[in-house]
T-cell receptor
Framework: DTAVSQTPKYLVTQMGNDKSIKCEQNLGHDTMYWYKQDSKKFLKIMFSYNNKELIINETVPNRFSPKSPDKAHLNLHINSLELGDSAVYFC???????????????FGNGTRLTVT | DAKTTQPNSMESNEEEPVHLPCNHSTISGTDYIHWYRQLPSQGPEYVIHGLTSNVNNRMASLAIAEDRKSSTLILHRATLRDAAVYYCIGDSSYKLIFGSGTRLLVRP
C-alpha cells in the first residue's frame, strides 16, 4: 500500500502550458505539503494545508495554486510554466504540524517536471 | 530558524557503525532535531527525532549534546541500502527546512 502517492511520476511540457500534479495520502493525516527540489538538490517547502486550510505559503509565484478538496488530497496546479519550474516536486503528509516535533513527514516519490 | 551545518559527504564500510554529525548552535530550547534521509530517486524518509535525550529506534540512534548545539546520528551497522543523503533539521514552527545534507557512501 502506497502511503503518499503522486501522479504523474514524470511530466514533460512546453513553456507557457498549464499542468497539474495530484497527491493523495491514505494515512489519515490532517496536514499535507508540497516541496520543490531543484537541480542542486535543495528541498524547499512551498505550501502546507491543515484540514484543507492553507497554513504555509512560502513566497511562491501566483502561478502555483494548491487545491485541497479534502484532507486526503492536495493537488498542485501550475499556470504558464517557465523553464525555471523544472524540478522534482514532492508531496508529503503528517498528523499535526511537522514543526511541533511530534509528527514525522511522509513523502511521496516525487514528480519530475521538465519544462522545455 | 535553527540553522544546521553538516559535512558534505562521508564514507563508511559496510557493516561498520557510522556517526553522522550535525551542528545546530542557534537552536532554541523547544526546537526538535529531526533526521531524514533520501535514497536515490525517492522522496525523503523519516529516520529519527529528539529534543534533549538520546533516542533509539529500529533504524538508528540519535545522540544529542548536553548543550544541544550538536547531535550525531548513529547507524549501528551500515548496509549498502543506507547509502543516501542524510538531512539534519531543526524544526521551525509548522515547517521543516531542509539543508544540503550529508551524502553517505557505503563501501562493500
Amino acid at each position: 500500500d502506497t502511503a503518499v502517492s503522486q501522479t504523474p511520476k514524470y511530466l514533460v511540457t512546453q513553456m507557457g502550458n498549464d499542468k497539474s500534479i495530484k497527491c493523495e495520502q491514505n494515512l489519515g493525516h490532517d496536514t499535507m505539503y508540497w516541496y520543490k527540489q531543484d537541480s542542486k538538490k535543495f528541498l524547499k517547502i512551498m505550501f502546507s494545508y491543515n484540514n484543507k486550510e492553507l497554513i504555509i505559503n512560502e513566497t511562491v509565484p501566483n502561478r502555483f495554486s494548491p487545491k485541497s478538496p479534502d484532507k486526503a488530497h492536495l493537488n498542485l496546479h501550475i499556470n504558464s510554466l517557465e523553464l525555471g519550474d523544472s524540478a522534482v516536486y514532492f508531496c508529503a503528509s503528517s498528523q499535526g504540524y511537522s514543526g511541533t516535533g511530534s509528527s514525522p513527514l511522509h513523502f511521496g516519490n516525487g514528480t519530475r517536471l521538465t519544462v522545455t | 530558524d535553527a540553522k544546521t551545518t553538516q559535512p558534505n559527504s562521508m564514507e563508511s564500510n559496510e557493516e561498520e557503525p557510522v556517526h553522522l554529525p550535525c551542528n545546530h548552535s542557534t537552536i532554541s530550547g523547544t526546537d526538535y532535531i529531526h533526521w531524514y534521509r533520501q535514497l536515490p530517486s525517492q522522496g525523503p524518509e523519516y529516520v529519527i527525532h529528539g529534543l534533549t535525550s538520546n533516542v533509539n529506534n529500529r533504524m538508528a540512534s540519535l545522540a544529542i549534546a548536553e548543550d544541544r548545539k550538536s547531535s550525531t546520528l548513529i547507524l549501528h551497522r551500515a548496509t549498502l541500502r543506507d547509502a543516501a543523503v542524510y538531512y539534519c533539521i531543526g524544526d521551525s514552527s509548522y515547517k521543516l527546512i531542509f539543508g544540503s545534507g550529508t551524502r553517505l557512501l557505503v563501501r562493500p
